[in-house]
């Protein structure tokens, strides 16, 4: 029964999201992509959005419009297209709202703008704002002619500095900016939350809650008034601590942290559906669904809530409810693909095979090209449900059918056809489905005991993930070690030219590192006076730097680095061998007397960029759902297999004596520079 309150509870309500609010007439139509890009990617629109968001915000917004539509649990676009629309305003109305002034605050129009950067950073708290700086470069512009530019004010003010820093992508730069500007006013709240940001597309994790953490405490210690956005509020900090503490696996941390959150406020819809989630990773089923029950009363639901929840429902049993909400995810969000795959393989095990092959045939129309692993999975299900269309099992529906306990309407939904997994009687015997053992209440703890773990690197085989097969195996083989009390190191899998740059998304950083020259901005230049200082040849006439040694003897010599992440639909060899990793940036060169006498003079003549990670599996991470029978993974259908963490593999090596943690390192790619860099070390 509590299932059941909790779908009604959820369905009872008008959905959050923007779009439903939309008349459809002012849906913004879909801009045109570049031939090579997909039309059913959200990120190439959400790129697409950002290249022309200078030139035409208009544009930008539609890009960003789609990108949210068809993924709307994706932060980004939603803060896009919030610095579009406001870019679209009229010169005053801008002005308004960057200087706060409060009539403009009260906008109706403004405020629907401003949700939107609400629900981005709901989504989450460090959503990567570096559009802002067009924003600003664009206000500046209208304000003064073109006569002053940001680089100007940046100049004399460190603050101004470490922003600007941040939103070209000099992130190392930004937290140095920010630590001057802290030097003279440690006591703004706000400072500290700006330079969490920096500290956050690092990877350093540790600063950005220190940050935080200390503007938490000064916003408590503050007798200042409400501060005038949602977000600048206690409950909110609170629940990016608690944020900062889940992406670092440190769960009872992050827990704390959302119930301090709601402490200050109950309704805070959010940090419910944070805890729910933690709850369910340390199977406490009762406690996740107690906290998403709360989240549904607190807050409007949106199609990503829908799916999320519906995951939790499906991997816990309860397939009713979970059919139920997947199905009006899809109506209330119709591009989004996802749901229709979960959706499709809950009919095709509870033997209703042309509504299995309806929603797979969806998905294959809606999923983007780089759900390739999906893609793949999705179309071999479809062929061989087709192969079996004459089966005693298959069955459709009547439209006009009423199953008992389907929810006919909500307000602003139509009444829609009963729902299959509601029917009695509709699920096979076990005999005849050995897979619906996982539709059982108990599904997780049965089908952990059916994945053999070492056939997890056949599955990446399958899939053509040599390179994460090969570093599984070699770990499964090691004697047992654990981090940071590493074997030797792995340096013969991993290849800059022919595999890493080959992958987009690492592309895409290198290529910024590179045009950034991260080695001689004020951090690197730092770090290779650091460097050496420590080996002793910070003297006129010595060179540095040997980019032929073995990676593993150059490894403690670089001077700047780069993090590489991946999200839930980056299922490629990559994600299976390296997770988030990390570039590493090596110089070489030479020393001479700096000018006057005045400290050294150092030329960087040469650069190397390399791979390095940790093959471990410390902490709590989830690493997917795998199946050894048919092959299957994916990171968000828990019905594609039994759940794996870091745990297994611990308990694996408990076991077995063997696991061995070990760091990968890649080859090193070499760059002769064009322009050396010249900079003075003191």
């Known amino acids: 029964m509590r299932i059941r309150f909790l779908t009604a509870l ?4 008008p959905l959050a999201s923007l779009h439903a609010q939309i008349d459809p007439a002012t849906i913004p139509k ?10 059913n990617s959200a990120s190439d629109y959400f790129y697409f959005g950002g290249s022309v968001l200078g030139k035409t915000p208009e544009r930008a917004a539609a890009a960003f419009y789609w990108a949210s539509r068809l993924d709307p649990t994706w932060a980004d676009p939603f803060y896009g297209r919030y610095v579009a629309l406001l870019l679209a305003q009229p010169e005053m109305v801008l002005t308004g709202y960057l200087t706060r002034r409060p009539g403009t605050l009260r906008d109706p129009i403004v405020r629907r703008i401003d949700s939107l950067a609400y629900q981005a950073l709901l989504r989450n708290p460090f959503v990567d704002r570096r559009f802002d700086g067009v924003l600003l470069e664009e206000w500046l512009f209208r304000e003064t002619g073109g006569t002053v530019r940001l680089p100007d004010l940046a100049a004399s003010n460190p603050r101004f500095a470490g922003w600007l820093a941040y939103a070209n992508g000099r992130f190392q730069e930004a937290t140095a900016f920010y630590a001057t500007a802290l030097a003279r006013g440690r006591k703004d709240p706000t400072l500290h939350l700006q330079r969490a940001l920096p500290f956050v597309a690092l990877g350093l994790m540790d600063s950005a809650r220190s940050a935080v953490q200390t503007a938490l405490t ?3 210690g503050s007798d200042t008034a409400q501060a005038l956005y949602a977000y600048e509020s206690y409950p909110f900090a609170e629940y990016s601590v608690g944020v900062l503490f889940e992406n670092g696996n440190q769960r009872d941390s992050a827990q704390a942290a959302y119930e301090r959150a709601l402490l200050d406020d109950l309704t805070f ?14 199977h406490d089923t009762a406690g996740a669904m107690a906290e998403y029950t ?25 397939t009713d409810s979970a059919v139920t909400l997947l199905r009006h995810a899809t109506e209330d969000e119709p591009w989004f693909a996802r749901p229709h795959a979960l959706l499709g393989l809950i009919y095709e095990r509870s033997g209703f095979r042309p509504e299995a092959s309806d929603q797979y045939r969806s998905f294959l129309r809606l999923a983007p090209r780089s759900m ?14 087709s192969d079996s269309s004459a089966s005693p099992r298959t069955k459709r529906l009547d439209r006009d059918e009423v199953a008992p306990g389907a929810i006919q309407g909500r307000p602003g939904i139509t009444a829609r056809s009963p729902d299959p997994s509601h029917r009695p009687g509709r699920l096979a015997s076990a005999d005849s489905a050995p897979h619906l053992v996982r539709d059982h209440p108990h599904a997780n703890q049965r089908a952990r005991m059916a994945l053999t773990l070492t056939n997890i690197p056949a599955i990446m085989r399958s899939h053509s993930w040599g390179n994460g097969a090969r570093l599984m195996d070699i770990w499964f083989d090691r004697t047992s070690a654990v981090a940071p009390a590493y074997g030797p190191p792995e340096t013969a899998t991993i290849r800059m030219d022919t595999w890493v740059l080959t992958f987009p998304r690492a592309k895409v950083v290198y290529d910024q590192l590179i045009t950034d020259r991260i080695w001689a901005n004020p951090a690197g230049q730092r770090e290779v006076g650091a460097m050496l200082k420590r080996k002793s040849l910070l003297s006129a006439g010595r060179t540095f730097g040997n980019l032929s040694l073995p990676v593993q003897n150059q490894d403690a010599d670089y001077v700047n680095f780069r993090v590489v992440s991946f999200g839930a639909t980056d299922l490629d060899d990559m994600s299976a061998a390296l997770g988030n990793f990390t570039y590493r940036v090596l110089v070489a060169g030479s020393v001479a007397a700096g000018p006057g006498g005045a400290g050294f003079q150092v030329t960087v003549t040469e650069i190397g960029v390399y791979v390095r990670d940790s093959y471990d599996f410390n902490g709590d991470q989830f690493l997917g759902f795998w199946d050894d029978s048919d092959n299957a993974v ?36 070499r760059t002769v520079l064009r322009t050396p860099d010249v900079f003075v070390v003191r």
């Not at 879909?30 to 039309?39: N, T």
């Open 10 to 13: 959820i369905l009872a309500a």
């Open 30 to 39: 879909r801009p045109a992509l570049p031939v090579d890009r997909d039309s």
């Open 218 to 220: 000064l916003l408590r």
């Open 269 to 282: 819809f959010p940090a419910h559906r944070r805890l729910a989630r933690i709850r369910l990773a340390a």
């Open 294 to 318: 709360r989240a549904a009363e607190t807050g409007p639901p949106d199609a990503g809530g829908l799916f999320e929840l519906a995951v939790l429902l499906a991997s816990t049993g309860h």
């Open 372 to 385: 390739a692993t999906e893609i793949q999975a999705v179309s071999r299900r479809l062929a061989a449900l």
């Open 634 to 669: 994916s990171m968000v259908n828990p019905l594609s297999g039994t759940s794996v963490s870091n745990s297994d593999f611990r308990a694996w090596r408990t076991a077995n004596g063997k696991g061995g943690d070990y760091m990968v390192l890649s080859d090193v790619k």
